[in-house]
């Protein structure tokens, strides 16, 4: 191979993987702006549980929101989430939520994240960035407050 076939092929391959390493951060921010994505814990099986059951109210009574439940591995990872902008709304446990808040416990070493209370889910809680819009925040806590019934799993084990 020639010197100029090397130059060709470098420069081909050095675009390619410009191309490839920006292209799927663009769909996923493309993809997270389009839907309401609530991001629950899968240290807790409950908190996804019902995350899945928010999200399917929202996506019924409010389609527009095409809201769907996903997991980080617990509460630190979703404060993580949630402090760097890549997700908005969280369900997590009331008292993780304030530690959050207040950026104590096991979330000092994030600082503290102002979040604002959407919804109170028996010992959980919906929260949001407090810069969540609030065009965007109404219309989700008034479809709660007025359409929430707590899955069957959650009466029976006392929440």
Known sequence: MDRRTAVRL??????????LGHSPYRQWQAYRKSRLIIVT??????????GEAVAALLARELPETRALATRAPDAVGIVKLLASDQLEVAILAAEDARAAADGRGRFAGEGALPLRTLAVLGRY???????????RAEPIARTLAAHWQPP???EDAGR
Do not use: I, W
Not at 10 to 19: P, R, T
């Open 41 to 50: 814990s899968a240290a807790d099986a409950a908190s996804y549980r019902l």
């Open 152 to 154: 069957q799993a959650f």
């Open 10 to 19: 470098l420069a081909l391959a050095v675009a390619a993987g410009g191309v």
């Open 125 to 135: 809680e919906l929260v949001a960035r407090a810069d969540f819009p609030d065009a």
